[in-house]
């Protein structure tokens, strides 16, 4: 039995951040409900042109809100289904779902549970024992609760982007690495954890108030106690290390392959002096100390390069590494790592059936359970394609009155006009509804 077996979790979470959240409780099997509605989608646009990235084989088919990659891929082991919670109809299905259910879990911007009459207090009226984790972009008080916030925003305010990249290059030239996103959803996912357990013990209802950008800054913790300890502020370094020389990435034999090395003490430099052969690096008594190697890191890296431009990706890291000197292939994404022979071999990639996408390989979930040897991997479920489970089945709503719902796009499978565009009330500019972003 998987550790959430018999946990209902309602989820009400797009794009990253929350999504991964309810992924890795859906992996520990943990029922996970996504609640999405009609009137607003974050499943790609309605009608993508034809060719357009991230749909199998380039094309949008005629439901590509149910194929988009990057929804597929986060939302593995869920149910789905749909509710305009603007209308007292669908709030009060949803509290009557609250009452069956373990944990509420949000990443819309701070207010909006609050606006639809779903804040804590009016969960936990429905349920005096529920779970609750909000998680807006800078948590739920302070001065920046209403700011809305992405990825790319809170790596910024974190800090992390001025770290990032190269110091000859200005901050413009930054790819955008969205690393808080994932943070903020392992975190997550560990205090719903935290608070199942607690329950248990107590019978007690738990709030979690979590910070996307808070739960991120630890991550830079060594940035911060340096600058207590110094008060300089760290610089980018591109691929330099303080501590280690070589430390970079270097051109392998191949079109675009490269090869990641870094060293750490003399040792391991002289490991790689042997496997290497070049006098230039081996002969040079400059080079036997790390202030020598950090001092001379270009004249190495140059050296390094004419080398490794001749081999091997895969064959240099094993030599490498035979002689432990840390050193690993730049896999391309996605068909290198998709190939490599220890993902492979642990089973990572799982060939996932898509009644809409297709049969394809997909991550898989990171947890690998003693009693459990096959992995939980369902596929990523279709909008609102398990209404007649959750509100029929779970809630005992009658056949009758599901079509009646649906007739009034309280529920449905299909996004009205606009729902890709921020929500069918702002693309009418109302600007009210469910359109507050993340």
Known sequence: ?????????????????????????????????????????????????????????????????????????????????????????????????VAVSDVVVCNYSFGVMEKFGLGYDALRQARPDIIALFMPGYGNTGPYKGIRSMGMSIDAISGHSALRGYPDLDLSRLSPVHHPDAVGGVTAAFAICTAVYQRALSGKSQFIDLSQSEAFIPHLGEVFLEYELTGNARERRGNRHPAMAPHGAYPCEGEDAWVAIAVRTDAEWQALCDVVVDPDLADDVRLSTLDGRLARHDDIDAALSRWTSTQNRQRVTERLQERGVPAGPVLDCCAGTYDDPHLQDRGYFRTIDHPDAGTHPMSGPIWKLESEPEPRHEPAPGLGQHNDYVLGEVLGIPRERLDSLERDTAIGKVPLEGADMGGVRRAKGSGTGRCARL
């Not at 999504?19 to 974050?42: H, N």
């Not at 005629?62 to 194929?67: A, D, G, I, S, V």
């Open 1 to 97: 039995m998987r550790p959430l077996t018999g946990i209902r979790v309602l989820e009400l979470a797009e794009i990253w951040a929350g999504p991964f959240c309810g992924a890795l409780l859906g992996d520990m099997g943990a029922e996970v409900v996504k609640v999405e509605s009609v009137q607003r989608i974050a499943r790609g646009p309605i009608r993508p042109r034809p060719g357009a990235p991230g749909y199998p084989d380039g094309d949008p088919g005629e439901r590509p809100w149910n194929r988009v990659a990057n929804f597929n891929a986060i939302n593995r082991n869920k149910i789905a289904m749909t509710l305009d919670l603007t209308r007292p109809e669908g709030v009060d299905a949803f509290l009557n779902l």
